[in-house]
């Protein structure tokens, strides 16, 4: 699949996350006026956000795409990392705001009414959240997109919140005690701060270059050694991750050999070589006579 291709698929499902996250905005907003229930109008507060923060995916995903120009000679892949901590961010303080409310309604208390309807209705939202978050979970696999991956743990996070917001209507409805729903709530804030500090981490592993992981090293190094009897060194290895695309740049030592030509046709093999391992691979290789620095 080209990267065009990937880029339209992406934007598709984007596009299919902000209308699933509006809908349900609304469906939860209507639903919480008519039943008086403050955890429905907190979910559906939550599902707007999910739209604003999909919508600003969406134009970030477009931003990536563009090919490296004049004075991005790198290209835009960056713009999706930028995204990724956007959102981690955005999450962090969806948790926190689920505990603050929760802890206001156990201190002011509400009147629920029409407790089987907003149960109905929650439920309903729950399947269409894990429907939207299966489709984002296969697609970002696919892709290997942070955008994607960011989706996915915001509309994950939120079939828990679904499950915080029935079991709290059917305490309310059985027992009327407010204590378990602060307790769920802050359980799904814990999970929402632990999941947006791992989207954080690798979103700041890209914006600083971070070197790729040890062993995907070592497979390169040693690929690298292997290529040629004439290439008995390397140095100045680095490496870096942005969003699907590896950057690889490092030196290599040629032994016994003076021809130019020859000398550029290993180096240019070597870098097929890495790139039909992996696909999205920009390799720069340097090459040096033996002994070099």
Not at 11 to 30: D, G, N, Q, Y
Not at 41 to 65: K, P, Q, R
Not at 211 to 240: C, V, W, Y
Request: glycine letters at 6%.
């Amino acid at each position: 699949m080209t990267s065009d291709e990937k880029t339209r698929q992406s934007k598709r499902i984007l596009s299919f996350s902000i209308l699933t996250a509006f809908a349900l905005a609304v469906l939860k907003f209507v639903t919480g006026i008519v039943t008086g229930s403050m955890a429905i109008l907190a979910s559906a507060l939550d599902s707007a956000m999910d739209a604003g923060v999909s919508t600003v995916n969406f134009i970030a995903a477009n931003e990536a795409a563009k090919p490296p120009d004049a004075e991005h000679k790198y290209g835009h892949g960056k713009v999706e990392s930028l995204a990724g901590l956007f959102q981690s961010l955005i999450i962090s303080v969806s948790g926190l705001y689920v505990v603050v409310e929760s802890v206001k309604r156990l201190f002011r208390g509400s009147e629920v009414r029409y407790h089987d309807a907003g149960i109905v209705v929650m439920l309903i939202s729950a399947l269409a959240t894990i429907v939207l978050v299966w489709r984002l979970h296969v697609a970002s696999k696919k892709y290997k997109s942070i955008i994607l991956s960011t989706e996915k743990l915001h509309f994950t996070s939120d079939i828990l919140t679904h499950g915080i917001v029935i079991t709290a209507l059917g305490l309310s409805r059985w027992t009327g005690l407010a204590l378990w729903d602060l307790a769920l709530s802050i359980a799904v804030a814990v999970y929402i701060f632990q999941a947006s500090c791992k989207i954080l981490k690798r979103s700041v592993d890209e914006l600083l270059d971070r070197s790729l992981d040890p062993n995907t090293e070592k497979k390169i190094r040693q690929m690298i050694q292997a290529h040629h009897a004439s290439i008995m060194g390397l140095h100045d290895f680095r490496s870096r991750q942005v969003g699907d695309k590896m950057f690889l740049d490092f030196h290599i030592e040629i032994q016994g050999e003076t021809d130019f030509e020859k000398a550029h046709n290993i180096a240019e093999s070597l870098v097929q070589k890495i790139k039909g391992e992996y696909t999205n691979a920009d390799v720069t290789v340097h090459y040096d006579p033996e002994g070099a620095d």
